[in-house]
């Protein structure tokens, strides 16, 4: 059996933040019910064949999932539970915002069976949320944090996003403090990434915003790790720290190159040949299902070398990177190639052991330009 996934696209937000490239709208109104029924049809509709899948993780992602109604959340999870084998189920994420989870609503959305919960912390910063054109405060962050305790989450995520303009040393480290102190049981640390597409994107190209430089991004990544090991937050991927066996499982499955089914308008879905995406707008999206017509604007065939180089991408971006013995042999040598030649071009930047190949931290520094080099 496969262990796989299944996300969930949930399109609405109160805003659109500045940054975000994910698709998201902010008007609502009658079209919620019409993406519900939208949604529960793919759902019900879905042909792929996942006899030989162990189906262990949902992960219900935005915009902002929090902001619908449960009766809306229990329509779809009812429509996966009724469609799938969920026997093996271990993991149900949901993300949310804070000042936009009431506690009752976390309430229901945990007797539902959702067991994990990630809050878009982002910064505690008055001046950085409204940089970031987020709607919440810090008061609203850990009232959310308590009451989804209270609520019965015992497995919860906080995203922080670092490099931010204007942003100094020390008020990240006060914020990645306070967030420990809150002792979550895993913590997202992303830098600021400038998105084409985005509002970001046009400051920066009519230099009206000025990103930090990659010496200090570089500086920030190893006080961020230093300090989260510190704590005994496990750093397993570039970006996510968590206790002890408590990575979130269903991230695992993009990075381990497992399949997983996707649903929703933009979402990217994977059943071990071949990629596809649905049509990245709500209304066309709606359409097509009502008028009988499967959702996806794209379908890509994963060719060996594809999977290969997808394998060592995503393979070393995490702590345990890649096995040798993984890369057939016909490509091996070419790859053992590229390693010798990079090897020599970034020195110190790879832990080798018998046939296993993981990034050092400097390597994670140099990962943007080591990984692309590295593929065949």
Request: glycine letters at 6%; one cysteine or more.
């Amino acid at each position: 059996m496969k262990s796989a996934g299944i996300y969930i696209h949930i399109p609405f937000c109160s805003i659109k933040c500045m940054y975000c490239d994910f698709y998201s709208i902010t008007e609502k109104g009658d079209i919620i019910q019409r993406f519900i029924d939208a949604i529960t049809k793919e759902i019900d509709s879905c042909t792929i064949d996942v006899s030989e899948w162990s189906l262990d993780t949902i992960f219900i992602g935005g915009g902002t999932p929090s902001i619908l109604e449960v009766n809306e959340i229990e329509k779809i999870l009812s429509s996966i539970y009724k469609n799938f084998d969920l026997s093996n189920l271990k993991e149900i994420t949901i993300e949310a915002n804070p000042g936009e989870a009431p506690i009752e609503r976390l309430k229901s959305l945990n007797y539902l069976g959702i067991n994990r919960l990630s809050i878009g912390v982002q910064s505690l910063q008055p001046e950085l949320l409204k940089f970031l054109s987020r709607i919440h405060d810090s008061k609203q962050i850990y009232d959310t944090f308590d009451n989804a305790r209270s609520a019965g989450f015992q497995n919860i995520n906080c995203d922080l996003i670092y490099s931010i303009p204007d942003q100094t040393l020390e008020m990240w480290l006060n914020d990645l403090e306070a967030i420990i102190n809150l002792e979550p049981e895993h913590i997202s640390a992303y830098t600021l990434t400038v998105e084409k597409g985005t509002e970001l994107f046009k400051m920066v190209a009519n230099k009206n915003v000025h990103m930090p430089d990659d010496s200090q991004n570089s500086e920030w990544f190893i006080k961020t790790r230093d300090k989260l090991i510190l704590n005994d937050y496990h750093p397993y991927e570039i970006s996510n720290f968590s206790k002890p066996n408590l990575e979130c499982r269903h991230n695992l499955h993009y990075w381990r190159i497992e399949p997983y089914l996707a649903f929703g308008p933009s979402a990217h879905g994977f059943d071990g040949y071949n990629r596809w995406n649905n049509v990245r707008n709500l209304n066309n999206y709606i359409e097509k299902l009502t008028s009988g017509e499967p959702p996806i604007s794209k379908i890509e065939k994963l060719t060996l070398l594809d999977k290969i180089n997808e394998y060592i991408g995503f393979g070393l971006r995490m702590d345990k990177g890649i096995t040798l013995d993984k890369i057939p042999q016909p490509f091996r040598k070419s790859f053992e190639s590229n390693l010798l030649s990079i090897d020599k071009k970034y020195p110190n930047c790879f832990l080798k052991i018998g046939a296993n190949i993981a990034l050092s931290q400097t390597g994670l520094l140099f990962s943007d330009q080591i990984i692309p080099d590295l593929l065949l």
